[in-house]
């Protein structure tokens, strides 16, 4: 699969969405005001698309290199690999130079507001999850995904997020294969939560009929977390696609930003600058009532590696305009 991050897609069973569904879309809890630049009300609205179920629409003319909104993440996880390199909640590189004074398998913060907020989620799991995390993830059974599924978790117990916060998003249709991993993964992590100090009381939500719901939405909504390399002006101003990346430093899951179609000829994108927040830019001029796309993939391949991609990875045929003409 491709370095980028993955995206969702709408494909032509979901046409049929329920409107209703859309209208429990709540924007203000997704968007981030405390930037300057970023808009109080963003100019985007979630609408039928003809051809592949939702998609965000332009509310008024957008501007190329303008900031159209920021988004914050359901849930989010550090990559294993930087999990004493970033802060446990918001993903921010931390100061390298800071000694830890932890003990190794302890998540850092970038400040105390970060740590009081995961705390707010009485994530009692978050300081043992480490080391279990990492036995789990080292015996192969490539468990990446549950992490966030685990913190997902955590939420829904802390009374955070309601159980069903995901189930707006599109689940992949999980072949039979995956169901067997699946159920494997499902008994490691209600393990870990009765080994800790939950009581079956806490959780009556944590079925195998839940996990296998949510991770068939973090499968393809997931997107990796990969900071941009640039100063915060020059990367909202750059109208270009790709942004110079460091490697991923983790996972996280979205509502507004999964609604996005897929173009291979983007006019918007997301950039990540300095933490888990989801910078969504303009790259060129859009007019009102134009659908806003992103690409879920690197869009310089050619015609036929972004139809492979896209047909194995997202399970769809492009239509977009440059696929019309076989660019
Ligand atoms: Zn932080
Ligand atoms: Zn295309």
Redesign the pocket.
Known sequence: MSRLPRYTFWSLQFRKLHSSHIATLSFPSSFSTSTPRSPATPPIHVGLTEYAGRGVFASRRISAGELIHTAQPIVSHPSLSSLHTV?Y????KLPSSAPSLEAPQTVS???T??EQQSKASQNRLANKSTSRASIVCKDGMGLKYPLLVKRLACQVISGVVSSDVLDILQPEISSSDRISKMKKEFALLKSTFEDSDFGSEQMPFLTEEWYAGVLARIRINAFRIELAIGSYEDLLSLAAASVEAEAAVGNAVYVLPSLYNHDCDPNVNIVWIE?VDAKVKALRDIEEGEELRICYIDASMDYKARETILYEGFGFHCNCLRCESKD
């Open positions: 802060c909640f918001c993903l921010r913060f970038c400040s507001q970060c933490n």
